[in-house]
């Protein structure tokens, strides 16, 4: 075999052995690479309590109650047949109130309750600030639509 055969086979050998490796992390990781559950998904899965996971949907209208401090509960929809119960101590962001997309972080307690530690609140491709809006309906640009400033 000569020098540049060898040469070959090695980084094929090479190229081989990552794949493999980045097929068994992958593999290994087939339940963590998702960016969140939906509370459907959520109850499909049925998860032991003390699991970590990351939940994402709707703040379900009606649901948001401020309790002790810091303390806030509500439930998290994906307008499907599963509602799941989501319980946050902290500081929530601007965007967070009901019917606006939220994804909510934390470990399921042992009445499939999400504990969360941390609460991101997201919007969707029509969102634009409140001071955006504002300069925009000053200048006259402004068109009105459902996903404007609120």
Known sequence: MTRKQRRLV??????????????LVLFAMRDNIVF??????LAAKRLTAGTRVRIGGLVKEGTVVRGAGRQISFDVTDRGAKDAPVVYDGILPDLFREGQGVVAE?????????KADNVLAKHDERYMPREVADALKKQGTWVESNGGAK
């Open 10 to 23: 090695f980084i094929a050998g090479a190229l081989a052995a990552l794949g493999c490796a980045l097929g």
């Open 36 to 41: 969140f559950y939906s509370p459907t998904e």
């Open 106 to 114: 934390g470990v399921i307690d042992a009445n499939g309750v999400v």
